[in-house]
């Protein structure tokens, strides 16, 4: 599959895809889909060094990876839990309501999709950028619990939101 990158070839798996094949497979018996999908874990790393750890280039900005999902301890007195979507840089922010995923041919509730934002900075001085993705997460409970994450940048202009683009002058208060 290494070589197989040439014309023609176009990996976009529909959503459907996504949660039935690729996400319950790889939970249930840890199907390898390294050649396609790498695991990732994506809090330790910046949106702009995650198209280098896919195994498939993408002339579409868009690429795929299994994370898993790290929590962190919330500060409510509640038992809700915390995802921690939190880099170096900056952070994945949710944006909107999640969106239900159902089975094409059942019409069953198979899964949900978060849409997400990355927030390069922290705190008030966070600035939105260009890079988006969405998580898809799977109804069934499994004991290996992932979630698959496509990544996109939502324009041609790559470097905008790139430290190595910016000057020390430039950088926000």
Same mark, same amino acid.
């Given at each position: 599959?290494?070589? &197989? ?6 990996? $976009?798996?529909?959503? =459907? ?5 690729? /996400?319950? /497979? ?7 889909? #390294? ?5 990732? =874990? ?22 795929? &990876? ?7 301890? #919330? ?6 839990? !915390? ?19 159902? =089975?094409?041919?059942?019409? +069953? /509730? ?6 997400? !934002? &990355?927030?390069?900075? $922290? ?13 898809? $997460?799977? +109804?069934? !409970?499994? +004991?290996?619990?992932? !979630? ?18 910016? #000057?020390? #002058?430039?950088?926000?208060?």
């Amino acid at each position: 599959m290494d070589n &197989f990158n040439g014309m023609g070839y176009r990996f $976009h798996p529909t959503e =459907d895809e996504i949660i039935n094949h690729f /996400l319950e /497979l790889k939970m249930k018996y840890g199907t390898d889909f #390294s050649a396609v999908i790498k695991e990732v =874990d994506i809090s330790n790393f910046e949106p702009w060094e995650l198209p280098d750890q896919s195994p498939l280039s993408s002339d579409d900005q868009e690429w795929y &990876f299994f994370s898993t999902i790290a929590y962190k301890p #919330s500060n409510k007195s509640t038992s809700k839990r !915390v995802v921690e979507r939190t880099t170096r840089a900056g952070f994945w922010k949710v944006t909107g309501k999640d969106r239900e995923i159902y =089975d094409d041919n059942s019409g +069953q /509730l198979i899964g949900k999709r978060k849409a997400l !934002v &990355f927030y390069q900075g $922290h705190g008030s001085n966070a600035v939105k950028t260009n890079w988006a993705m969405h998580e898809y $997460h799977s +109804q069934t !409970v499994h +004991q290996n619990t992932y !979630v698959l994450c496509r990544l996109r940048r939502k324009s041609d202009d790559a470097e905008d939101d790139q430290p190595s683009s910016r #000057s020390a #002058s430039t950088s926000r208060h």
